[in-house]
């Protein structure tokens, strides 16, 4: 399976909340950064912090959602350029996103990069 084909793979994990099929695109080691401003926010270092992270979405938003519009592939690199939607009881946003995604040898995520709005979600998270 190419990088592209993981990526769609996990995306579509990922919507149906199936965090174990997720965890199995993820190297061990893996890295996922994102903004530092937001709840599990900075730097998350290991597969199974990752998952824990994500799985705690649900305390913060009520809806959330990533929807990917673009795949690029770049070798080593897959870029996914879409739109981030999340809501709580304070509110609801959509924003575009970009996600840096780095895979090695054997095709698993060794370093997520999450760039998106983040001041949108603090506002509804303050």
Known sequence: MSNLDTARSAYDAFG?????????????????????????GGEVQGREAIMGNFAQIPNYWSEFSVQPEEFVDAGDYVVVRGTQHAANDKGSFDAPF????????SGKVVRGEFYGDSAKAAKLLG
Do not use: C, I, M, N
Not at 98 to 105: A, N
């Open 98 to 105: 970009v996600h840096l995604l780095k895979y090695d040898d």
């Open 16 to 40: 149906r909340g199936d965090l174990g099929a997720l965890q199995e695109d993820f190297a061990d080691d893996a890295v996922w950064v994102t903004s530092d401003e937001l709840p599990l």
